[in-house]
Every structure is written in C-alpha cells, then in structure tokens.
C-alpha cells in the first residue's frame, strides 16, 4: 500500500502539494465573498492545513519516518482546528472550510490508519465545535449538520482511500513487473557482455599464446634438425631415434599452433563481408590443392558456375580448403578418389555439398567432427590435428550459415554448409 | 657488434633472440656467402650502431639492415622510423624478419617503409633458404646506393 513508496510515488506527492494548496485557497475564499478577508484567519488555516498535509505526505516520502511522526496526523488535524477556532474568538471561521480538504489529502498520500485517524478527529471535532462554541440555541441543528458534513467527508475521503490504495497497488504491481522484466533484462544483458568479453579474451589469448608458443617451437625444431645434420654420425641408432621424436614432436606442435593461430583468427577477423564470388573462391582452393590432388589422383567435378555470396573471400577459400582437403586426406586406400561439388539455392542462402568417396565415419559422429581436438582417427593412421574442421564450423558460423556431415563408413561423406546469397 | 664474415656488403642484423642469431649465421654459413655481418641485440644498439656512435664509430656504413619486429623496449618499429625520418640512413634498406605473419605487422611494416617482410621460416631448412634469397636479391639483384 502506501508504504510501498518508489521514487515515482515521491515526485507526484511533492508536485501536487502547490496544486493543493491552490485549489485549498480558492476553496477557501468562496464562503468568504461578502466578509472582509480577515489575513490572520487565512495565515493560520493556510499552515494548519500545510502541517498536516506536510505530516501525511512525510510519512509517505520517508518509509522510514519514525511512527509517532505518522499517528500524529489525526492529532494535528484537530489541533488545527482547535487553533483556528480560538484565533477567531469560537466563530464560525469561513477558512475552516479549507481544513476539510486535510482528510482528502491523507486519503490521496497518507496511510490507511491515519484517514481513520483524521476521519474520527473530525467527527470528534465537529462534535466539542457545534457543542461547546457554538450558540447553545442553534445547537441542535447545528450538531446535526456538523455532524451529517463531517460523516460525508469522512465516507468520502475512506472511498478516495480505497481507491487510491487498489489503483496504487495495481500500479505497484505493474511496475514491479516492469522492474523485473527491465532487472532480468538487464542481467541477460550483463551476463551477455560478459560472455563476449570472455570470448574476446580467449580468442586474444589463443592468439597471443599460439603466437609466442611459435618462437620457441621454432628453435627447437630448427635446432634439432642442424644437431641430426651435423652429429648425426656421432650419434647411434638409439641417439638418432630420440632426435627423431624431437623434431617430430616440435613439428606437430608447430602446425596444431599455426591451426590454434588460424582458428582464433577467424574470430578476430575484422575484415568486412563484400560480395564474393564462390566459383573464384573455389579455384583459389583448387589451385593451393592443386598437388594434393595431382598426387593422389584424385577426380574434382565442380558446378560449371557458382553463384555470389555474402561473406570475406579469404575465409570462403579457407573453409574450401579445409573441405576438398579432407575429403582427398580421408580417401579410400583401395579406390580412386572422387569428389563432387555441387551447389543449390534455397530461399536466400546458397547450400554448397561437398560429396566424396572415401573412407566416411558413422553418422553418430557426425556432431562431435565439428569440435576442436575430436578425430575419429589414431595418430600415424591419418594425420590431422583436429582444429581443421573447427575452423570449418567457425568460419561457416561467422558467415551466418549452417554445417553439418553425413557418412557412410567406407562409402563416403558429405560436408554441407550455407551462405548469404547475394540477391541477383 | 663483431664481424662475423668478410668481403662485400655490410649487414646489420638487429636481434635479441640468440637462437635466431645463430641460426641466421648458420644460414650465411650455409651459403657460403661473403658479406659481412654485425649484430646489435637491441633496437637502441641498433640506431646508435647506425648513426656511429661512439663507442661504434668503428662500424661501416651499412648497406643492409635485416631487424626483428619483436625486440625488448624499442621495438623494431621504432627502429623503422627513427630509420626512416632520419636523412643519413632513409636510403638503406631494410628487411624485417619476423617470426609473426600477422596481416597488421606486415601492413604496420610496409606502411612504415620497410623494403620487405619475411615471415621467418619454421624449420632449418627453410630458414637457409630464405637467408640465401635475401643475401643473394639484395647482393646480386638489386642495385644499393652507393654511399655519398
């Protein structure tokens, strides 16, 4: 209820307090039109009301003003009364008026208890006025329209009350609600700032360490291969094996490095998108294939055109060199590589299907080939190191598209991805 | 800061790492070449090595620098530039050696006017190889300024 103040709340009962004040003057003045305005009267009424539309709206303010501060509210109110009534010797005031408008106003800002509290100080004041002060032969009539003016305020000033406490709990609810809404909003918000700046610093921490891992892999490859150059006689078999694993091993990190490189460079790649032929981009990768595929034999059937994409050229070739690349990697020992590339356009994206016939993997697998380090492959069987098709998936994702592998194990597999297309 | 062949054209070698120094004397020795090469281990060596400063006012005037992008306080960059805006040594070439093959340093060292980039090779092999490129375009291809 009125206890539950926001900083909404607050505003709107410091901006209608001049409003009430105004209208509480004018109110003021109109049983007043054929007597001289008595300044003193006005000045008492004007603070009395101030004090306790003052108190009422304190308490609201500050959900923290002390309690006596909030049951002081009825007790002012009739001091107010009392105070006007001796100020103008016991007559009938024309301000008094304006101190009906109290009730309404603790209805409008205060608390339930104190519009109870006001209401029965009125009919408790209006009861000693029209008894004690006011002619004793009128004062029957009197009390009674005293009275009848006193339980009309105070019914009415109940109902503001009430309705001002439902529309203000509605409101509560409302905002609570939109509070949440905006607090959630704003925690999706930070977790997913969050997020990308973690993903930021391990993209800038992949690249600076595979970057500096590459110095010293390169002294340790390099010298190892001048020590085999020039002692290798001095050495026997056993010496010459261990050095072999040396030189192996750097080589390895050196390329799974140069692959780590490659991969968070995909991510941090700046470069914007332009419109990018495929036929170009897969010649490209043909060409830097080109005596992969001459060694092994291997036959590429390609769409006589490939249509634009929206995406960065480099990348594009990359992914086709990853792709075709595999595919002549995995091949059957025992047929003839083929491969076939082929292209369909599907609303706004390109699909690209690479098909071969190599040695395929179980479609059970098909999900786990995109994650960095995943070979279904012993090392020594196959080479690779696992980040190729990471780098695939990464790329293709950059883009916006979709990849995903089928196989048939020793039948074949298709790799399948889409792009943008630039509309024609 | 010591000669390390005789004869011909004289290099600068601006490098920190002493693997990498060793192995591009490996490489010049592997090619049999005859240039003479001086080492300065940092990037102010370098410069003042250049400008022949005392205590290198026994050192030539270099025909060739071949510098690393990667050194401790003033980088190769720097050494690019102070190179680059300074009159006396603007005309000598320079060929920077790096271990990265990042697009932005190759950009940042073209950019910077150095005379090429080499990414340095990965294994022993390699590294002679492009030792002897450089050695041999810069000795026997190009034509370097004479010395005024």
């Known amino acids: ?47 009395a009301l101030a004090a306790v539309m003052a108190l009422a709206t304190l308490t609201t303010l500050r959900p923290n003003a002390p309690r006596w501060l909030a049951l002081l509210v009825p007790y002012a109110y009739v001091a107010a009364i009392t105070l006007l009534r001796m100020a103008t010797g016991g007559n ?11 009730p309404f106003w603790v209805a409008l800002r205060g608390t339930r208890r104190q519009v109870l509290g006001v209401t029965i100080a009125m009919f408790a004041s209006q009861v000693v006025q029209t008894t004690l002060m006011d002619d004793v032969a009128n ?55 969050l997020l990308e700046r973690s993903n930021r610093d391990l993209e800038q921490f992949a690249y600076v360490s595979s970057h500096d891992l590459q110095e010293p892999l390169r002294m340790i490859r390099s010298f190892s291969q001048l020590f085999a150059q020039r002692y290798a006689q001095q050495v026997d078999d056993d010496g010459r094996e261990l050095l072999g694993f040396v030189t192996d091993g750097a080589e390895r990190a050196q390329s799974l490095v140069a692959d780590l490189l490659e991969y968070s460079r995909v991510g941090t790649s700046d470069r914007p998108f332009e419109d990018a032929s495929l036929g170009d981009v897969l010649e490209r990768a043909l060409d830097v294939l080109a005596p992969m595929i001459e060694e092994s034999g291997a036959r590429v059937y ?46 706004q994206s390109v699909r690209v299907d690479v098909i071969d ?33 990471a780098i695939c998936a990464r790329i293709v994702e950059r883009h916006g598209g979709r990849i995903e592998a089928h196989g048939v194990p020793n039948e074949g597999s298709v790799f399948s991805f889409t792009l943008e297309a630039v509309a024609a | 800061m010591t000669p390390l062949s005789l004869d ?29 090469m001086w080492l300065a281990p940092d990037g102010e060596t370098a410069m003042r090595m250049l400008r022949r400063e005392d205590p290198f006012d026994a050192c030539p005037r270099f025909d060739l620098v071949l510098l690393d992008l990667n050194l ?10 102070a190179m680059k805006h300074d009159e006396s040594l603007c005309l ?10 990042a697009e932005r340093d190759v950009r940042a060292s073209y950019a910077g006017h150095a005379n090429c980039f080499v990414t340095k090779p990965a294994n022993f092999e390699g590294f002679v190889d492009v030792v002897h490129a450089i050695e041999h375009f810069w000795t026997n291809v190009a034509r370097l300024p004479t010395h005024g």
């Open chain 1, 1 to 47: 209820m009125s206890n539950a103040t926001t900083p909404e709340d607050r505003r709107d009962a410091a901006q209608s307090l001049p409003f009430a004040f105004a209208v509480a003057l004018g109110l003021g003045l109109l049983p007043l039109q054929d007597t001289p305005v008595d300044a003193l009267e006005l000045a008492i009424a004007l603070v």
């Open chain 1, 92 to 102: 009938r005031s024309g301000y008094a008026a304006l101190l009906y408008l109290a």
């Open chain 1, 139 to 193: 004062a029957g009539s009197s009390i009674r329209g005293a009275l009848l003016t006193a339980l009309v305020i105070g019914m009415m000033s109940l109902a503001v009350q009430s309705s001002v406490s439902a529309l203000r709990a509605a409101e509560t609810r409302v905002r609570r609600e939109a509070d949440a809404r905006a607090q959630a909003n704003e925690r999706l918000e930070h977790s997913n700032e």
């Open chain 1, 302 to 347: 390609r769409p006589d055109s490939l249509p634009l994409v929206h995406g960065d050229p480099g990348q594009l070739e990359r992914l086709f060199v990853n792709l075709v690349g595999n595919a002549i990697k995995y091949r059957d020992p025992h047929r003839k590589p083929e491969l076939r590339i082929e292209s369909s356009r599907i609303g």
């Open chain 1, 357 to 389: 016939n190599g040695i395929g993997f179980d479609d059970e697998h098909a999900r786990r080939i995109f994650l960095m380090f995943q070979r279904l492959h012993a090392h020594g069987e196959y080479d690779g190191n696992g980040i190729g098709l």
């Open chain 2, 8 to 36: 011909s054209i004289e290099i600068l070698l601006v490098e920190d790492n002493p693997g990498d120094v060793r192995l591009t004397q490996e490489g010049f020795a592997h090619a049999k070449l005859h240039n003479r």
């Open chain 2, 72 to 81: 401790p306080g003033f980088s190769g960059f720097d050494v690019l530039r």
């Open chain 2, 92 to 101: 000598v070439p320079v060929v920077v050696l790096s271990s990265s093959n």
